[in-house]
């Protein structure tokens, strides 16, 4: 069974980290790509970063370039997303996903992945 689970949301204040990690099972970890999407009240889910556990490539939203970083340890089937420099436009419910089997042109669209985690809540306040 495929499992995804985030964890590392909190409460902080805006310019602070904060540590997402993405705990991944039931799957040959390195033949997948990984995202991280967020979602505010009343907004639609946003793509923000997602890596290739294959090639180990990259790619950032351009609201989060700079800031974020997301990195993957293929020998504990965890993907990471480290969040500096926060504002409170971060502020939403965190998902981690796994990209459909044979990669995409387009690596930060929702309808790309297949399998998703529960979330975690990430709040900054001002």
């Known amino acids: 069974e495929v499992q995804l689970v985030e964890s590392g949301g909190g409460f902080v204040q805006a310019g602070e980290s904060l540590r997402l990690s993405c705990a991944a099972s039931g799957f040959t970890f390195d033949d997948y790509a990984i995202g991280w999407f967020r979602q505010a009240p009343g907004k639609e889910r946003e793509g923000v970063s997602c890596i290739s556990n294959s ?61 998703w985690g529960q979330g975690t809540q990430v709040t900054v306040s001002s």
């Open 55 to 115: 090639d180990g490539r990259t790619y950032y939203a351009d609201s989060v370039k700079g800031r974020f970083t997301i990195s993957s340890d293929n020998a504990k089937n965890t993907v990471y997303l480290q969040m500096n420099s926060l504002k409170p436009q971060d502020t939403a419910v965190y998902y981690c996903a796994r990209m459909k089997q044979g990669g995409s042109s387009w690596p930060l669209m929702w309808y790309e992945y297949d399998y």
